[in-house]
């Protein structure tokens, strides 16, 4: 028997969400599909084998059980080397998977002709990511959080505090990028009491900024010079830029960065697409978050929401559920023929690359997915 559904442990370093929580189990199960999923997949994120179980899961020890047995696998990060293994032609994989950036998994998945969903690359009509979108969120807010952590002096930062206290001013927060992981970064500043700067090219999103905050958030609009000229006052820096399924554009410059105070700290959330500053040279883990260069403190972890699995969790099943939901009842081709989001995130197909902005970072050919499913129903 092959389950609609399958979840293993996460194998990247430091992950440790789950891609489908239990209630979202006893969701689909409602609809008549199945769930497999490999034991203890759930616990950092609190969820037990007995929770899968109430809920009507299938739980096996084993994650080869799980790849075998599983029409499409629903996973939060990208498979490691490890499973590469397991790849097969008619396997599904539901993932993030910023294949912009991971050109050797990307040449195993065309190999084997698995079909791949990027959860990243699934777009509405009206432009939106609603799979990357929760995700955007609690990064956001994180960031915040970890750079006021890190100022501290005993983590290695100047010693400034980000709210300030009567008659000393607050630290200053520099966000660069002003969509989903910006806005919720500077709501998270400004809650905290810091002096906060906003840079994006998007006026639109600068006004919307400005019509909630008033002059309670400053708004620039972004150019080299201009940053060249406020990055020096921050405290912290938070980096958020993103070309949708591409390679993260280099935005602060090693000058910029050797212009900030020492003890200040960057945090660049743009990193699992590359990342937007010249000096992030390294990715860096939830257990050791940052390193320094030139005094600075750099903060490069891509995937910070597994600091809150519980959260970040409940949040992307929640979001994933409604196209699970239309996959099990009536299959992938058919999906992708009638759900123009979920054809959108379709990154690889039978063996060729659906995605442009996948393929032309990798200097690969790309094919539409219309051209290999035939013509979208609606």
């Known amino acids: 028997m092959k389950y609609d559904f399958g979840v ?9 969400r789950v891609a489908i929580t239990p209630d979202v189990v006893a969701m689909l199960r409602a609809d008549g ?7 203890n997949a759930g616990l950092n994120s609190g969820f037990s084998d007995d929770d899968y179980i109430q809920n009507g899961a299938t739980v096996v020890k084993s994650a080869q059980e799980v790849w075998n047995n599983s029409k499409i696998m629903v996973k939060v990060k990208e498979p490691q080397k490890s499973e590469f293994q397991y790849f ?13 950036v991971e050109e050797e998994l990307t040449k195993e998945l065309l190999k084997k002709k698995v079909t791949t969903i990027a959860s ?18 609690v990064a956001g807010r994180m960031a915040v959080q970890i750079g006021a952590n890190f100022l501290q002096s005993h983590n290695g930062g100047s010693g400034v505090l980000l709210s300030g206290v009567p008659g000393v001013q607050p630290g200053k927060v520099i966000i660069v990028g002003a969509g989903v992981v910006g806005f919720n970064a500077a709501q ?13 090219t998007n006026p639109k999103k600068l ?14 609009y972004s150019n080299p010079a201009k940053l060249a000229q406020e990055i020096p006052k921050a405290d912290l820096l938070i980096t958020s830029v993103l070309v949708r399924s591409m390679v993260a554009p280099k935005i602060i410059t090693e000058e910029m960065v050797k212009s900030m105070k020492k003890g200040s700290v960057i945090v660049d959330v743009a990193i699992d697409q590359g990342g937007n500053v010249e000096t992030m040279d390294r990715t860096t883990t939830l257990k050791e978050p940052v390193f320094e260069k030139y005094g600075i403190l750099h903060c490069a972890i891509p995937n910070i929401p597994s600091a809150v699995p519980k959260t970040s969790s409940y949040a992307y099943s929640y979001a994933m559920y409604p196209y699970l939901k239309s996959l099990g009842e009536k299959g992938l081709i058919e999906t992708i023929k009638e759900n123009q989001d979920l054809s959108n995130g379709v990154n690889t197909f039978n063996g060729e690359i659906t995605n442009a902005s996948v393929a032309q970072s990798l200097n690969c050919e790309y094919t539409q997915i219309e051209l290999l499913v035939g013509f979208k129903l609606k």
């Open 188 to 200: 998270m500043a400004i809650g905290m009491g810091a002096d906060v700067s906003i840079f994006d």
């Open 120 to 137: 990243e690359s699934v777009e509405t009509q009206d432009k939106q990511l609603p799979l990357l979108r929760p995700m955007s969120e």
């Open 207 to 220: 006004v919307q900024i400005d019509g909630i905050y008033g002059t309670s958030i400053k708004t620039h």
């Open 33 to 39: 599909l199945s769930v497999l999923i490999e034991s």
């Open 8 to 16: 293993v442990k996460e194998l990247k370093t430091g992950e440790i």
């Open 88 to 100: 097969r032609p008619d396997l599904v994989i539901f993932s993030y998977l910023h294949l912009a």
